[in-house]
């Protein structure tokens, strides 16, 4: 039997049956952190990409499950601010609020953002909505007087009081599955007029064993006893 390569292109590979989903809080303060310090990772398994050089379905990984890269944000125009989320087919939109995350077992100096954004095929501002999704997740440092309370989390907290700590982020990229009900309800349909009934029986979908799953790392969200510190604000829908 052959052996299972846990390493591959310097990236640990999970082995068969096992997957990567961490929570909010353990992007942000276990690897997040670590990659703006330049500390050790709990495990190399989310590598560096700039994401906006890909259209999403061209990036690494499985088209079905979610994918995870650093990546370091690069300005729209030279000198500018404006961050650049344009791609070859297309361009990143950011959609609702953003998400602010603190540690619940660190101080209060740090604090994560997640903004949410939906990709657009075509040119802005008249492109058409897909179903990708991506969470850019930041650091940044605590406002002074959010970092003494020790209620931080029940506080709203001003966007243009933080400041950014270093300029990576990391993003969670996934394809939205859309309802089947729609479908579902063609299919009842169609037995309907041909007068054959199917009963409905329960279909499980047995994606992976969970016998042990939660022993892989630190980083598995089965394995956090913590708990995310959401909090919302208001932030623009456009796209930069």
Avoid at 47 to 62: H, S, T
Avoid at 199 to 223: G, H
Wanted: aromatic share 12%.
């Amino acid at each position: 039997m052959d052996k299972f390569n846990s390493t591959r292109d310097g990236l640990t590979r999970l082995p068969p049956g096992f997957r990567f989903q961490p929570t909010d809080e353990e992007l942000v303060f276990q690897y997040l952190k670590c990659k703006v310090f330049a500390w050790a990772l709990p495990a190399t398994i989310i590598p560096e990409i700039n994401v906006c050089k890909y259209d999403p379905w061209d990036l690494p990984g499985d088209v079905e499950q979610e994918k995870y890269f650093f990546s370091n944000k690069e300005a729209k125009y030279r000198n500018g601010k404006r961050i650049n989320r344009s791609t070859a087919s297309g361009y990143w939109k950011a959609t609702g609020s953003d998400k602010h995350i603190v540690s619940s077992v660190t101080n209060y100096q740090m604090m994560g953002i997640r903004k949410t954004l939906v990709f657009h095929r075509g040119k802005p501002p008249h492109g058409s909505r897909t179903d990708w999704i991506m969470h850019e997740y930041r650091l940044v440092a605590a406002p002074a007087a959010a970092a003494s309370t020790a209620n931080v989390a029940c506080e709203r907290l001003q966007t243009t009081q933080i400041e950014q700590l270093d300029n990576w982020v990391l993003c969670r990229i996934f394809l939205k599955i859309r309802s089947s009900s729609s479908k579902d309800d063609q299919q009842t349909q169609q037995s309907r007029d041909v007068n054959d009934f199917i009963a409905d029986e329960p279909r499980f979908f047995n994606f992976m064993p969970i016998d042990k799953a939660d022993d892989l790392s630190p980083a598995s969200s089965s394995s956090s006893s913590s708990s995310n510190a959401i909090i919302d604000t208001f932030s623009s829908g456009s796209y930069h």
